[in-house]
């Protein structure tokens, strides 16, 4: 049974490096910021969500599970509104232009 959770920590957190690096690639290509802030807090908030889902089998006892899930929580509502902080900065940055 350990090797079945080992294979499928290594599968969501590979899964969840993934979509950093397709997040990462996302900031890099495309043209401008709106785009780019979009393609970067949905690849993150998935991929942290794949590795958190990856590591509960890992985690030690129940309040680790918990404490990995409230990280990712906590990570999901300060990307949210970070991004919208952003998005409105750079509207009104266009707007004035």
Do not use: C, Y
Request: hydrophobic share 55%.
């Amino acid at each position: 049974m350990s090797v079945v959770l080992d294979m499928m920590t290594v599968a969501a957190v590979t899964a969840g490096a993934f979509f950093f690096l397709a997040g990462t690639i996302g900031l890099l290509r495309f043209p401008d910021t709106l785009t780019r802030l979009h393609a970067l807090t949905k690849a993150d908030n998935l991929g942290l969500g794949l590795v958190v889902l990856g590591l509960l089998p890992q985690a030690g006892s129940v309040r680790d599970g918990l404490k990995l899930v409230s990280i990712w929580l906590l990570v999901l509502l300060a990307g949210a509104t970070v991004s919208q902080l952003i998005a409105r900065a750079a509207r009104q940055g266009e707007s004035h232009r």
